[in-house]
Each structure stands twice: as structure tokens, then as C-alpha cells.
């Protein structure tokens, strides 16, 4: 076997040696107008199975599930209302899964299908199940096939794309990179046909991408997000601290070898739970509340939670549960938190004591507005995107 080449810049060999991978391959990768691309899946599967043979852990994030029910139930194209789309999935998953489960027969390998909503990741206990369990099956040499359960998700609590599910896993189950497989050779300057486009080769600080055009469908038009979930995916992953690739399914074999394909994202920060990266960058927020400076000040530096004498204002509609944002007196969102109380309850609340709250409205008003452990604090880079 040849040996990875080895860039000591981008340190793309990690994906090579790596002793715990995450891949993810999109919808386009993976079906035809008629179904599944049984060739393309047997081609990742094969290129898995090499990995593995060296010692690496993969688990694979694959979508395609959608997309695999669509000709069975005679649609045309996509759906586009949530019903249609969660049939489609319930009909598709079993298809894609048969398939994976024969191609790694294949390889004497057995694999799991695991099914994830948002809560499995936001929710402690939930969190917790699911990284013991794919902790578990990658312990007992099973590859797990994990993918959003569309079937029952809604719109307010989906991770958006499978994209972003394949970061927050590769988070969950500390991975040392993430490999996102799409139809396109990495992320380019311009639209790839574009003449004079050219493949960006690394990445490592999301600056250098602010004059770069990110297209959003792909052009099969059977994905969800197209090249710009995936920069956003890739951006999670580096912020945790893990590298990660985009490139096209066809070169995942040289990827994994370490070759120089695909965009290569630098991992940069330090490792987070799935649920502060969720609430920090992809939770919807109802509403906002406006903290004087001193709130700012112990919420963000001091990591203090949220009491109402710091509130001065607030703004929308919201119910206790709810994500919010906190921002401060000129409107910079410096946090987003999980709020105790409700919109119609607070206006009272404002700037008062949580000892005169409980004299006169009772102990459960002693309460934070946001506790600091349901509190993600932005960075400046954040801040100034918002």
C-alpha cells in the first residue's frame, strides 16, 4: 500500500491515519432519477472497508433516504411539503439500508442504523444514550449508518441538513476528522463550470472565505443544502477542534489516503458538546432580551447566569424553554441561552431582585432568566456575523 502524502501545512494525513473518522455522503452522491446508485455505494463502501483495514473507526452519516423513496412512490422530483417528505423517508430508509447492510456483507462487516432528531444531542440524557451507543457499536466492529430520522422530525427541531448532523456527531464521538462527500471537488472560487473557477485547496480561518460565492443546491437538485451547509459544517467541526475535508464521493479513496483533493478546513478550537454547539449555532430563537452592562459583564466574563435585575427589555414572543438571544444595549447578541420564563412574564420581572420576586410572587420566581448552563457565550468572530 502506498504511503499517505503528507502535507505538513494542512496535515491532511490526518485523515489517514486517523484512529476515529466520521464521513458523511449527500443525496447526490448516492441516487439516480430511478433510485439508488448501487455502484456509487458499493465504490464508499469499499473505500470504508480500506479504512478500516488500517485500523480506523468509521462511522458514516449518509443521506439519501428522501431521495431513495421518491421513484418508488411515483414522485417526480423532491417534495417539498413535510408529510410527502416524511413518507418518502419511511419507504427510502429500508432501501438504503438493505443496500449498505449487502455491500458490507461484502467485507464480513456487519452495520446498525441509527436514527437521530435534535433532542438525541440537545437533551443531556438523550446525549449521553447515544454516545454509549455508537461508542458501543464502533467497539464491536459494527459501522453505524446514522441519518436524521425524517420520518418523525419537524421543522422547528431538525438539524437543518445531514451535514450539520455528520459535525455534531463527529463532536459527539470525538473524532480526530470529518470527511464531507459531495458531487464537486471541493469548494471553489467560483461556480465550478465558471471558466477560470479554481479548487480551493485549505482553509484555515472562515476570513478567507468572505468574498467566495457558496452555492446552496447542488445540481442534481436532489440535496438540501449544497456547498454552503457544508462550509458550515466544516466551520462546527474546526470550531471543536477536528479537522475536516469536503471533497466529491468519486475522490474519497485519495482523500482518505491523504492526497491533495477536496478543500481541507484547519481544525482551530477546543472541543464542545453537541448541545452548546446546536443552541450557539443552529437552535431557532424566539425572541431576545437587552442586558444592561453589567449583566453583559457577568454573563459573558464571569460566566454568571442571567438574573432579572440585569434584564432592561424584551423583545418577541416566547415561552419558557425557549432558545433566545442576549444582547446587550446597542443590540450586539453576546449569548443565546434557554429561557426560564415566558415573554408575557418577564416585562414585570425587569430589573428587580430575585429576593423581592420571591417575596411577592413566590419561590419559583427565584429562578435565573437564563441559567449559565444553558447559556453559550459568542465569540467576537459571532458576534459581528449577527
Excluded at 466520521?22 to 465504490?43: D, M, R, W, Y
Excluded at 472562515?206 to 437538485?221: F, K, Y
Excluded at 477542534?241 to 482518505?256: E, F, K, M, P
Excluded at 457577568?298 to 438574573?307: D, E, Q
Amino acid at each position: 500500500m502506498a504511503e499517505p502524502v503528507v502535507n505538513p501545512v494542512t496535515g491532511r494525513d490526518t485523515l489517514h491515519r486517523a484512529r476515529r473518522l466520521v464521513i458523511k455522503i449527500g443525496s447526490s452522491s448516492l441516487t439516480t432519477p430511478t433510485g439508488l446508485n448501487h455502484e456509487a455505494i458499493n465504490s464508499l463502501v469499499d473505500t470504508i472497508a480500506a479504512a478500516r483495514a488500517r485500523g480506523t473507526e468509521v462511522a458514516l452519516v449518509s443521506s439519501g433516504t428522501i431521495a431513495a423513496g421518491i421513484h418508488p412512490l411515483g414522485l417526480g422530483k423532491r417534495p417539498r411539503d413535510l408529510a410527502t417528505q416524511q413518507a418518502a423517508a419511511a419507504v427510502g430508509q429500508g432501501k438504503l439500508l438493505a443496500h449498505y447492510a449487502a455491500s458490507f456483507a461484502r467485507h464480513q462487516t456487519e452495520v446498525a442504523q441509527v436514527l437521530l432528531t435534535a433532542e438525541d444531542l440537545i437533551r443531556r440524557t438523550q446525549y449521553k444514550n447515544a454516545f454509549r451507543a455508537l461508542n458501543r457499536l464502533l467497539a464491536l466492529a459494527v459501522v453505524p449508518i446514522i441519518n436524521e430520522n425524517d420520518t418523525v422530525t419537524t421543522a422547528e427541531i431538525r438539524f437543518g441538513d445531514n451535514d450539520r448532523l455528520s459535525a455534531l456527531v463527529a463532536n459527539l464521538l470525538r473524532a480526530d476528522a470529518l470527511l464531507l462527500l459531495t458531487d464537486v471537488d471541493g469548494l471553489h472560487t467560483g461556480p465550478p463550470s465558471r471558466p477560470g473557477s479554481r479548487r480551493i485547496p485549505s482553509v484555515t480561518s472562515r476570513a478567507e472565505l468572505e468574498d467566495v460565492t457558496i452555492g446552496r443546491t447542488g445540481p442534481a437538485g436532489v440535496g438540501t443544502g449544497g456547498m454552503v451547509t457544508k462550509v458550515e459544517a466544516a466551520g462546527i467541526a474546526t470550531g471543536a477542534g477536528i479537522h475536516a475535508l469536503v471533497t466529491s464521493a468519486a475522490n474519497a479513496h485519495r482523500a482518505l489516503a491523504g492526497e491533495d483533493v477536496g478543500t481541507w478546513f484547519q481544525a482551530s478550537g477546543k472541543r464542545r458538546t453537541a448541545r452548546s454547539i446546536w443552541l450557539g449555532l443552529l437552535a431557532e430563537v424566539h425572541g431576545r432580551v437587552v442586558l444592561d452592562d453589567g449583566a453583559v459583564t457577568a454573563v459573558v466574563k464571569n460566566k454568571r447566569s442571567l438574573l432579572p435585575a440585569g434584564v432592561t427589555a424584551v423583545e418577541g414572543r416566547f415561552d419558557a424553554g425557549d432558545a433566545i438571544e442576549l444582547a446587550d444595549a446597542h443590540g450586539t447578541v453576546v449569548a443565546r441561552g434557554f429561557v426560564n420564563y415566558s415573554s408575557t412574564e418577564l416585562p414585570e420581572m425587569l430589573g428587580r431582585t430575585t429576593a423581592d420576586l420571591r417575596e411577592e410572587l413566590g419561590p419559583e420566581y427565584q429562578r435565573p432568566v437564563v441559567h449559565t448552563d444553558d447559556c453559550v457565550r459568542l465569540s467576537a468572530r459571532a458576534q459581528r456575523r449577527r
